[in-house]
């Protein structure tokens, strides 16, 4: 088991087809005790319930409010007396364009992809450099690393690609404390991010740009956040991992 004994916080996770819920379960199942989080609290008990296990925690959690942010790394310390894991992977996008995107949308956008990152990585920070450990692994996307392209409008290329150069600046901060921070960059996954706003039409137009020629699943994206998370890959920091099956080679 790759993170037995670990404490690990996964933000945005109480999706049912989510790419947080499968990280969640794939973490239990390598041995971590994980606290889930979510905005619906509801949603994250019944998350939690499934995960393998006893002792998870499901908590709710406003990344965009820093208050939240401070409470989960409050309360996963008095319950565990540690954080060794930081996934943050709470999220949204938005497909509109440049001139459709009005100021409510782009703060929306920024906040919670890029604001959220900022306020949990301050929240765990403190605890991870008295430990002298810790891994932390931020949602970008390949939308963020091409200019969008795929579903993602102008803002939500922005937000992501800001994940990329704050991950960047924050492995080179922490580096000295052993504090690993990494990225990865999905595209096109197989979840319900998109809301049904794309036809079977445009879907297969997607798909064809592809060279391993499917969507990406849940659980291999889940794949790449437990390397990130784990020992083995104990001497990567600063980098972006790529999950694209081809689409964007670079």
Same mark, same amino acid.
């Given at each position: 088991?790759?993170?037995?004994?670990?404490?690990?916080?996964?933000?945005?996770?109480?999706?049912?087809?989510?790419?947080?819920?499968?990280?969640?379960?794939?973490?239990? !199942?390598?041995?971590? %005790?994980?606290?889930? /989080?979510?905005?619906?609290?509801?949603?994250?008990?019944?998350?939690?319930?499934t995960l393998k296990g006893r002792?998870?925690?499901?908590?709710?959690?406003?990344?965009?409010?820093?208050?939240?942010?401070? %409470?989960?790394?409050?309360? /996963?310390?008095?319950?565990?007396?540690?954080?060794? *894991?930081?996934?943050?992977?709470?999220?949204?996008t938005s497909p509109k364009r440049? +001139?459709? /995107?009005?100021?409510?949308?782009?703060?929306?956008?920024?906040? *919670?992809? +890029?604001?959220?990152?900022?306020?949990?990585?301050?929240?765990? *920070?403190?605890? +991870?450099?008295?430990?002298?450990?810790?891994?932390?692994?931020? +949602?970008?996307?390949?939308?963020?690393?091409?200019?969008?392209? =795929?579903?993602?409008?102008?803002?939500? #290329? #922005?937000? %992501?690609?800001?994940?990329?150069?704050? /991950? %960047? #600046?924050?492995?080179? !901060?922490?580096? &000295?404390?052993?504090?690993?921070?990494?990225?990865?960059? &999905?595209?096109? =996954?197989?979840?319900?991010?998109?809301?049904?706003?794309?036809?079977?039409?445009?879907?297969?137009?997607?798909?064809?740009? *592809?060279?391993?020629?499917?969507?990406?699943?849940?659980? !291999?994206?889940?794949?790449?956040?437990?390397?990130?998370?784990?020992?083995?890959?104990?001497?990567?920091?600063?980098? !972006?991992?790529?999950?694209?099956?081809?689409?964007?080679?670079?």
């Amino acid at each position: 088991m790759l993170l037995k004994g670990k404490i690990a916080i996964i933000t945005g996770a109480a999706s049912k087809r989510g790419l947080g819920l499968a990280t969640a379960r794939l973490f239990a !199942e390598h041995g971590a %005790k994980v606290v889930l /989080t979510d905005l619906d609290l509801a949603s994250a008990r019944d998350a939690v319930k499934t995960l393998k296990g006893r002792g998870h925690l499901a908590l709710k959690c406003d990344v965009v409010r820093r208050a939240d942010c401070d %409470k989960v790394a409050a309360r /996963t310390l008095a319950r565990f007396g540690r954080i060794d *894991v930081l996934i943050n992977n709470a999220g949204i996008t938005s497909p509109k364009r440049l +001139m459709d /995107t009005d100021a409510a949308t782009y703060d929306r956008i920024m906040d *919670v992809n +890029m604001r959220g990152t900022y306020q949990m990585t301050q929240a765990v *920070v403190p605890a +991870m450099r008295a430990q002298r450990s810790g891994s932390i692994v931020n +949602m970008s996307s390949a939308s963020g690393q091409r200019g969008g392209g =795929i579903f993602g409008g102008s803002a939500y #290329a #922005a937000a %992501k690609s800001a994940i990329l150069g704050y /991950t %960047k #600046a924050s492995a080179r !901060e922490l580096g &000295p404390d052993n504090i690993r921070v990494n990225a990865i960059c &999905p595209s096109m =996954i197989d979840t319900d991010i998109t809301g049904g706003t794309l036809s079977t039409a445009q879907m297969s137009g997607i798909v064809a740009t *592809v060279p391993m020629g499917r969507l990406g699943t849940a659980d !291999e994206i889940a794949g790449c956040y437990l390397f990130l998370a784990s020992d083995l890959a104990g001497y990567v920091t600063g980098s !972006e991992l790529d999950i694209n099956g081809g689409s964007h080679i670079h």
